[in-house]
């Protein structure tokens, strides 16, 4: 009996649309990683997973160390026209036996947010992670004092599925309350047209 409910193992690819590329993360991209945060020292937000710029070379080891164990897949967004860094994105908590992955770690700089690039990004890895993997389920979690990414969330039609508190360590040394949210393989139609009616009308 096969231990894998994906129809395709989740492994390292390449995405592309809407003028966004995800690429696989790899130790080359440290220095464009350190300049998207730069754009709006994303790294004194206490409430996200945006290294400072001396630890980006280990946020990028620890995931590629992730995505050697199987449970992560990491990128780097990029331009497609310029190639410059954007910002990163990951599926992560990848449970191969009930087909369940998670899509997360995502930052861009403060230039590029509340554009077309999450709406891109999201279409891109909800589109591969249903139809090409074959996800019986893609969830999400944020801290429960992130509202903005909880908008950003629910916008794409994600159910909330509920907090599990004390449940993350900050880095100031508090510890976060965890909102999850999850869509499931019959859900995903409607939201693939709304993500598509979205970037149609140039709408982030």
């Known amino acids: 009996m096969s231990t894998s409910q994906f129809k395709q193992a989740p492994q390292p690819t390449t995405l592309e649309g809407h003028g966004v590329r995800l690429i696989p993360l790899t130790p080359d991209h440290a220095d464009g990683l350190r300049a998207a945060a730069a754009d709006g020292a994303l ?42 860094i954007l910002g990163t994105t990951r599926y992560h908590d990848i449970v191969p036996v009930v087909a369940r992955l998670e899509i997360g770690y995502t930052w861009y ?60 360590l900050r880095r100031d040394g508090t510890v976060r309350d965890t909102v999850m949210y999850s869509l499931l393989a019959g859900e995903w139609p409607e939201v693939r047209a709304h993500l598509r009616y979205q970037l149609q009308r140039g709408r982030a």
């Open 109 to 168: 700089g403060r230039s590029h947010q509340r554009t077309h690039v999450n709406t891109a990004c999201k279409l891109m890895l909800l589109e591969h992670a249903f139809e090409t993997l074959g996800a019986a389920v893609v969830g999400w979690r944020t801290d429960n004092y992130n509202l903005a990414s909880q908008r950003a969330i629910e916008r794409l039609g994600a159910h909330r599925d509920g907090i599990i508190r004390h449940h993350v």
């Open 43 to 84: 790294w004194n937000l206490r409430i996200t997973s945006v290294p400072e710029p001396d630890q980006t070379e280990a946020y990028i080891a620890t995931a590629l160390n992730g995505r050697t164990e199987g449970h992560m897949l990491p990128f780097a967004v990029t331009d497609a026209a310029s190639g410059a």
